[in-house]
RNA sequence: GUGGUUGUAGUUCAGCUGGUUAGAACGCCUGAUUGUGGUUCAGGAGGUCGCCGGUUCGAAUCCGGUCUUCCACCCCA
């Protein structure tokens, strides 16, 4: 057999121990967030059927779906009417997929357990999501989202509470400069409205979503290009130059909305959702209204959100999500409207590993190594390794014994704080050596010391 | 999907216009120290130069293909 290199696939990753520590360092401040505020978790399998998936997001998604093979004779179904035509044949290959995201396979799983769901249902889900694109920076075929979303309910304490489990979130992970975005989609629908394009919203939203990355100009010239009129263009820049804070942003939106009755009702909205928040006592001061928000997700239909971290190197979003009334319809549940988001993990380890916000204590896990002598020491080891299991302390022994030199090494270069020596003299005074391994210091102390040294 | 870029030891990288035996640093292993790590010193092991093919007396080096890496676009977390 010839030796071969072994490699992982494009676009996916190993983590290491002190990566997976960090990770869930993350996870974990998510998820207490997430039960603080009532959220439960739910997981929905890798895979789902195809038809689920398919046509869910645009042509582009389907093309970056993962498909799975069919078991066995996969060709069996294929004859020479299909020639050799990947669009006749996929259906007859192929009928499972990874999923795409989070929020498709919730859909289905609102739609499929409706009887048992009491609304309004609240979920949280953290698992990983496949894309068939091709990698770069930030960009993975293989990578988590953490989401949280409440269906059965048009309530816009929802999205005020939204707000707060994000701010809670990145302040307890130690963000400190970041910006909470805030648009609606109905203002964006007022705006195509007013200006003269209706019906042009989604090319609309996706020309102006880009407007934080590229010039103003650049936008202008693509509206132009997908055809939208020189009028329409003329009216857009009242609502461009718009400035000033929250309120006054909202009142002279008002002015300029006053035409459009789905225009003036996403004001009306964002209003509420300040109001609410001014209740909770929260101090908005990081919540910013922004009318170039978006967001290409053509099921938003509310309020839209996004974050970004102001003070790091990384200028993409870190969560983003918004409210869309109609996410189960496809699936045969009509007119339940939801409000959800999601956390970014990978952008958000990046930012924390830039700024240096993790903790170090995360770094190792045992406390004590207990030294290997030799047959006896090994064991008379194993009962004081038991006993200082049991009154909590991660402790390990040395599964071999071998010099001590090497044993030594080995609780250094994993970060173990503390080894404990028990040899034929040790085993014969009752009193352990403990060698602190950052101050090189070593006492002689019996196992109740140890235990109370080492809590 | 489009355009560009990268690939040499475990890792980060040298290696000139093709020319004997492909180097360094760090890491790893052994010893100085057979019950004491992180420092020091001495020694050692590791490479079909991503893969396949072509040009050539001769290829890590030039050419083609393929895979991979990273980046930009489309799109998106």
Same mark, same amino acid.
């Given at each position: 057999?010839?030796?071969?290199?072994?490699?992982?696939?494009?676009?996916?990753?190993?983590?290491?121990?002190?990566?997976?520590?960090?990770?869930?360092?993350?996870?974990?401040?998510?998820?207490?967030?997430?039960?603080?505020?009532?959220?439960?978790?739910?997981?929905?399998?890798?895979?789902?059927?195809?038809?689920?998936?398919?046509?869910?997001?645009?042509?582009?998604?389907?093309?970056?779906?993962?498909?799975?093979?069919?078991?066995?004779?996969?060709?069996?179904?294929?004859?020479?009417?299909?020639?050799?035509?990947?669009?006749?044949?996929?259906?007859?290959?192929?009928?499972?997929?990874?999923?795409?995201?989070?929020?498709?396979?919730?859909?289905?799983?609102?739609?499929?357990?409706?009887?048992?769901?009491?609304?309004?249902?609240?979920?949280?889900?953290?698992?990983?999501?496949?894309?068939?694109?091709?990698?770069?920076?930030?960009?993975?075929?293989?990578?988590?989202?953490?989401?949280?979303?409440?269906?059965?309910?048009?309530?816009?304490?929802?999205?005020?509470?939204?707000?707060?489990?994000?701010?809670?979130?990145?302040?307890?992970?130690?963000?400190?400069?970041?910006?909470?975005?805030?648009?609606?989609?109905?203002?964006?629908?007022?705006?195509?409205?007013?200006?003269?394009?209706?019906?042009?919203?989604?090319?609309?939203?996706?020309?102006?979503?880009?407007?934080?990355?590229?010039?103003?100009?650049?936008?202008?010239?693509?509206?132009?290009?997908?055809?939208?009129?020189?009028?329409?263009?003329?009216?857009?820049?009242?609502?461009?130059?718009?400035?000033?804070?929250?309120?006054?942003?909202?009142?002279?939106?008002?002015?300029?909305?006053?035409?459009?009755?789905?225009?003036?009702?996403?004001?009306?909205?964002?209003?509420?959702?300040?109001?609410?928040?001014?209740?909770?006592?929260? #101090?908005?001061?990081?919540?910013?209204? @922004? +009318? &170039?928000?978006?967001? *290409? $997700?053509?099921?938003?239909? !509310?309020?839209? /959100?996004?974050?970004?971290?102001?003070?790091?190197?990384?200028?993409?979003?870190? #969560?983003?999500?918004?409210?869309?009334? @109609? +996410? &189960?319809?496809?699936? *045969? $549940?009509?007119?339940?409207? !939801?409000?959800? /988001?999601?956390?970014?993990?990978?952008?958000?380890?990046?930012?924390?590993?830039?700024?240096?916000?993790?903790?170090?204590?995360? +770094? &190792?896990?045992?406390?004590? $190594?207990?030294?290997?002598?030799?047959?006896?020491?090994?064991?008379?080891?194993?009962?004081?390794?038991?006993?200082?299991?049991?009154?909590?302390?991660?402790?390990?022994?040395?599964?071999?014994?071998?010099?001590?030199?090497?044993?030594?090494?080995?609780?250094?270069?994993?970060?173990?704080?503390?080894?404990?020596?028990?040899?034929?003299?040790?085993?014969?005074?009752?009193?352990?050596?403990?060698?602190?391994?950052?101050?090189?210091?070593?006492?002689?102390?019996?196992?109740?010391?140890?235990?109370?040294?080492?809590?």
């Amino acid at each position: 057999m010839s030796k071969q290199k072994p490699s992982i696939p494009k676009g996916t990753r190993d983590f290491g121990p002190e990566q997976m520590i960090r990770r869930n360092y993350i996870l974990q401040v998510i998820k207490r967030t997430f039960e603080k505020f009532g959220f439960l978790p739910i997981e929905t399998p890798s895979m789902e059927n195809l038809d689920v998936l398919m046509g869910k997001y645009g042509d582009e998604g389907d093309k970056l779906l993962f498909k799975i093979l069919n078991s066995g004779d996969y060709m069996k179904n294929v004859g020479p009417d299909d020639e050799f035509n990947s669009i006749k044949i996929l259906p007859k290959i192929a009928e499972k997929g990874l999923r795409y995201d989070l929020t498709v396979p919730f859909a289905r799983y609102v739609a499929m357990n409706q009887g048992t769901i009491s609304f309004p249902f609240k979920r949280y889900q953290i698992q990983p999501v496949w894309r068939a694109d091709r990698p770069q920076k930030g960009r993975y075929r293989e990578f988590y989202q953490c989401d949280a979303d409440v269906v059965g309910t048009d309530s816009l304490i929802c999205e005020a509470e939204n707000v707060l489990m994000i701010n809670e979130v990145l302040t307890s992970l130690g963000f400190q400069d970041f910006t909470i975005k805030i648009n609606n989609r109905k203002i964006l629908t007022g705006i195509t409205e007013v200006i003269g394009a209706k019906g042009r919203e989604a090319e609309f939203c996706v020309a102006i979503d880009k407007l934080d990355k590229i010039e103003k100009k650049k936008v202008i010239d693509e509206l132009v290009e997908k055809g939208f009129g020189k009028t329409s263009i003329k009216n857009i820049d009242p609502f461009l130059e718009l400035s000033g804070d929250n309120n006054t942003l909202l009142n002279k939106l008002k002015e300029l909305l006053n035409d459009s009755e789905t225009g003036m009702k996403g004001i009306q909205e964002i209003k509420a959702i300040l109001g609410y928040l001014k209740d909770f006592d929260y #101090s908005q001061k990081n919540l910013s209204i @922004d +009318l &170039t928000l978006a967001r *290409g $997700l053509t099921y938003y239909t !509310g309020a839209i /959100f996004e974050v970004v971290s102001n003070d790091s190197s990384i200028t993409s979003s870190i #969560s983003g999500g918004g409210r869309y009334d @109609d +996410l &189960t319809g496809v699936f *045969g $549940l009509e007119g339940v409207s !939801g409000v959800g /988001f999601s956390f970014g993990i990978e952008r958000i380890y990046d930012i924390m590993e830039e700024k240096n916000l993790f903790p170090d204590e995360n +770094l &190792t896990t045992t406390k004590v $190594l207990l030294a290997n002598f030799d047959e006896e020491s090994e064991r008379y080891s194993l009962s004081i390794l038991n006993q200082l299991r049991n009154s909590g302390i991660s402790s390990e022994i040395y599964p071999e014994s071998t010099k001590l030199k090497k044993q030594m090494n080995y609780a250094n270069r994993k970060n173990i704080p503390f080894v404990l020596m028990i040899g034929s003299k040790e085993i014969e005074s009752q009193l352990f050596s403990l060698k602190n391994m950052n101050t090189g210091e070593q006492k002689e102390l019996d196992l109740k010391n140890i235990i109370e040294e080492l809590k």
